[in-house]
Nanobody
Framework: QVHLVETGGRKVQAGGSLRLSCAAS????????MGWYRQFPGKDREFVAN????????YYADSVKGRFTISRDNTENTVYLQVDNLKPDDTGIYYC????????????WGQGTQVTVSS
């Protein structure tokens, strides 16, 4: 069982930046692919970015390419999402997830952190 806790969400103005963190406990962190989804009000969760266990491979949704950067620190059991040039459309709850490499879908989820971007 992997427990995930996201932090870093807050209200910012358009054009601003945030760094979201997701601290993991339980399991062997470096063996899990990690990633982020987000959920807009009244919508299903959508994929944002993921990173392989070693950190060598990353993948982004087209909507965030060039503005968001995912990274991880396997010594701190933490994955990060640097979000730059924020837009009001980025407002939502950001969820961290973990999954073994052999699974297609997330296995463990955090509770989410709210990001609000004002215009």
């Amino acid at each position: 069982q992997v427990h995930l806790v996201e932090t870093g969400g807050r209200k910012v103005q358009a054009g601003g930046s945030l760094r979201l963190s997701c601290a993991a406990s339980g399991g062997t962190f470096g063996t899990y692919d990690m990633g982020w989804y987000r959920q807009f009000p009244g919508k299903d969760r959508e994929f944002v970015a993921n990173i392989s266990g070693s950190g060598d491979n990353t993948y982004y949704a087209d909507s965030v390419k060039g503005r968001f950067t995912i990274s991880r620190d396997n010594t701190e059991n933490t994955v990060y999402l640097q979000v730059d040039n924020l837009k009001p459309d980025d407002t939502g709850i950001y969820y961290c997830y973990a999954k073994p490499t052999y699974l297609q879908l997330p296995l463990y989820w955090g509770q989410g952190t709210q990001v609000t971007v004002s215009s």
